[in-house]
């Protein structure tokens, strides 16, 4: 940097004060990627010895620069260049499955590990059968008018018992009846994002709420993963410098790295949206699949200042075609959030909702719960097995104990579309890492959703896998 940062022209006799001089200089720097993302600039003292100015001048061009949003500072560690610069919007993040039907691959006779579906025979169809016949002949064709635009009452007051189990205590006043997680982020999205607002996302994120949020005109800043949740000091860095509209996370087997959150980061994330007046979008698609013996503690269980949106589907626990869940709102947000989901669809599908609302009366929701989460442990616990047996040595996984994925590494050199091309030459189909970087750009690391396949075929995949990798890393020595 020093080589680079130190070239610019200062003109002591001319009309533009130094200090914005200097600033214009940095900026073009940074503007045109002289200047890396997140580097540090030097020293207050060192940038003036070098242009012959005071200290003054620096410290004012920085704050210049800070104050347009292209450079931050952190106590006590000095001034660094801003991971995104804010006229930049990134580019929709990549969707598809590296073209699997251009290769001619068929999705039946296929090893797919991009699946993240349960088998159908666990869906509890003939309970659901029973609790349609009961509303029909209940209602007859009353069944199908519309419902509150908020969603059918008794089924909004059998829902705040479900999310009590978690810790999660509201009413169902502060609860809205959505048709799937999906729709929540986009209803949130159109509520609360305005052209040119920033949000921030971990890193990486799920696709399906980065592309929610682009397309409407929001500005994407990944805050960095570790092993317990987001690295806190770049969260709160980032905050002082954006002020976002909102942060979107997920607290317990994260997509795509099966991450969940310590405690001691939950409350520290709290603390900081309420410092930094922002809310926290919690999206909770998988905290019913947990195989250890104590239950997730959502986020939002913690949340005494009313910071967290709430979103739970239950398209995994039940059956992904009922396209439901549901969202547990802030006092502040409620009426923009309704509003803003009636023009979307006036209400979630009534009939639906009643069915739903008489399935848990009858059923409860545990026992269920119950089943499907001994499904996801036992097949954990076999893919587990199998990734010793055959990728030990070769690439280094995740151990989530919850979800239906593994986020494993694949070795330096490697890179995951390469392999996951590779691997659809041998019917193996695989997630890469890189559709979940909002960039698009390459990962070395893929995504194995085990949920979906028998045991034997898993055995396959995961042998194919370990010869796939030694073929290319041989090749690699030539």
Request: glycine share 8%; aromatic share 12%.
């Amino acid at each position: 940097m020093s080589d680079t940062i130190f070239h610019i022209k200062l003109d002591k006799e001319g009309q533009s004060p130094l200090y914005q001089q200097l600033a214009d200089g940095l900026g073009r720097l940074i503007s045109q990627g002289s200047l890396a993302p997140d580097s540090k600039l030097p020293p207050i003292r060192k940038m003036a010895e070098e242009y012959g100015v005071n200290n003054v001048t620096v410290v004012t061009a920085y704050k210049h620069l800070e104050s347009k949003q292209m450079v931050y500072s952190r106590k006590g560690s000095g001034t660094f260049v801003s991971p995104l610069p804010v006229e930049a919007i990134p580019s929709p993040v990549a969707k598809g499955n590296l073209h699997s039907f251009e290769v001619g691959i068929s999705f039946d006779k296929a090893i797919n590990f991009a699946n993240t579906s349960l088998p159908h025979e666990l869906f509890p169809v003939d309970a659901f059968k029973k609790a349609f016949d009961e509303v029909l002949e209940r209602e007859k064709g009353g069944a199908f008018r519309y419902t509150d635009s908020m969603g059918y009452q008794p089924l909004r007051e059998q829902l705040c018992s479900y999310i009590e189990a978690y810790g999660i205590k509201t009413t169902p006043d502060s609860v809205q009846i959505i048709s799937g997680a999906q729709q929540g982020i986009d209803v949130i999205s159109k509520a609360m994002i305005h052209f040119g607002d920033v949000v921030f996302v971990e890193s990486p994120t799920f696709y399906g709420a980065a592309g929610a949020f682009l397309s409407r005109g929001a500005k994407l800043i990944e805050i960095p993963m570790e092993n317990d949740g987001m690295k806190m000091s770049v969260l709160e860095d980032y905050l002082k410098l954006y002020r976002p509209r909102f942060i979107y996370m997920m607290a317990y087997f994260q997509t795509p790295t099966g991450i969940s959150y310590s405690l001691e980061k939950k409350r520290r994330l709290l603390e900081l949206a309420e410092r930094y007046d922002t809310y926290i979008i919690e999206e909770d698609d998988f905290y019913d699949f947990y195989y250890s013996k104590e239950a997730p503690v959502p986020l939002k269980a913690l949340d005494y200042k009313n910071r967290v949106v709430y979103i739970k589907s239950f398209s995994k626990i039940l059956m992904p075609g009922l396209r439901m869940g549901l969202m547990v709102l802030p006092k502040k947000i409620h009426q923009g959030v309704m509003e803003a989901k009636y023009t979307t669809d006036i209400s979630t599908s009534g009939f639906i909702q009643k069915a739903m609302e008489q399935y848990f009366k009858e059923n409860g929701w545990e026992e269920h719960a119950k089943t499907m989460r001994g499904f996801g442990g036992e097949k954990y616990r076999h893919t587990l097995s199998f990734a010793k047996k055959y990728l030990a040595g070769r690439a280094s996984f995740s151990l989530p104990n919850g979800g239906v994925s593994l986020w494993i590494k694949l070795p330096e050199g490697i890179g995951a579309e390469a392999f996951c091309s590779r691997m659809l030459e041998k019917n193996v189909i695989l997630t890469p890492g890189s559709q979940f970087e909002i960039s698009g750009r390459d990962s070395d690391h893929i995504r194995l959703s085990f949920c979906g396949l028998e045991d034997g075929k898993i055995e396959v995949g995961l042998k194919r896998m370990s010869e796939t990798i030694d073929n290319m890393a041989m090749k690699k020595l030539f």
